[in-house]
T-cell receptor, first 115, second 114 residues
Framework: AQTVTQSQPEMSVQEAETVTLSCTYDTSESDYYLFWYKQPPSRQMILVIRQEAYKQQNATENRFSVNFQKAAKSFSLKISDSQLGDAAMYFC????????????FGQGTRLTINP | EPEATQTPSHQVTQMGQEVILRCVPISNHLYFYWYRQILGQKVEFLVSFYNNEISEKSEIFDDQFSVERPDGSNFTLKIRSTKLEDSAMYFCASNLLDSPYGYTFGSGTRLTVV
């Protein structure tokens, strides 16, 4: 079974600075997708960024980018120019490209933005 | 991006009572899911539903739980006899078949069992 590990329960960063959230995963599959979800205090789950495992190029979405290292099974999220609205829980998630496509989540990292 | 609609947003129920959580997924989506998140913990998969049947379920999804899509639009999760430990946020989600994209999650239902 696949597992996802986020080793940083909490992170903090000064506003306008850059922060990187770590995620590692374990799988024997070669084709899969990886995601970062943001959960603000409202507890809604918001997709931040996604990465297809077959793509070598790292995904970017405005201030959000990932460092995908397939051999190392690592998928970190970099947030540039941090804003107060970025404060939230961030979850890394894995999804197989085959089968019922359930998401397997990590434990989450609580990100605090200091003004 | 549109999201699935979940009702109610918050439900309080007495232990032992039945509850039905409702979701209206995105109209052209084909796979449907329920997840739960106990306060302060990670999001856990409960069940996936495709073509009017369960395609996968987790160990959490025991005989107390059931899902159905009664009218082709609503997607419901029923808990027959609630326990205190069922208190959690419940999220429905949906996506297109074989879509490389992440799910569209609903806004969640907070269930409190007292």
């Amino acid at each position: 079974a696949q597992t996802v590990t986020q080793s940083q329960p909490e992170m903090s960063v000064q506003e306008a600075e850059t922060v990187t959230l770590s995620c590692t995963y374990d799988t024997s599959e070669s084709d899969y997708y990886l995601f970062w979800y943001k959960q603000p205090p409202s507890r809604q789950m918001i997709l931040v960024i996604r990465q297809e495992a077959y793509k070598q190029q790292n995904a970017t979405e405005n201030r959000f980018s990932v460092n995908f290292q397939k051999a190392a099974k690592s998928f970190s999220l970099k947030i540039s120019d941090s804003q107060l609205g970025d404060a939230a829980m961030y979850f890394c998630a894995y999804r197989s490209a085959q089968g019922a496509q359930k998401l397997v989540f990590g434990q989450g990292t609580r990100l605090t933005i200091n003004p | 991006e549109p999201e699935a609609t979940q009702t109610p947003s918050h439900q309080v129920t007495q232990m032992g009572q039945e509850v039905i959580l409702r979701c209206v997924p995105i109209s052209n989506h084909l796979y449907f899911y329920w997840y739960r998140q106990i306060l302060g913990q990670k999001v856990e998969f409960l069940v996936s539903f495709y073509n009017n049947e369960i395609s996968e379920k987790s160990e959490i999804f025991d005989d107390q739980f059931s899902v159905e899509r009664p009218d082709g639009s609503n997607f419901t999760l029923k808990i027959r006899s609630t326990k205190l430990e069922d208190s959690a946020m419940y999220f429905c989600a949906s996506n297109l078949l074989d879509s490389p994209y992440g799910y569209t999650f609903g806004s969640g239902t907070r269930l409190t069992v007292v």
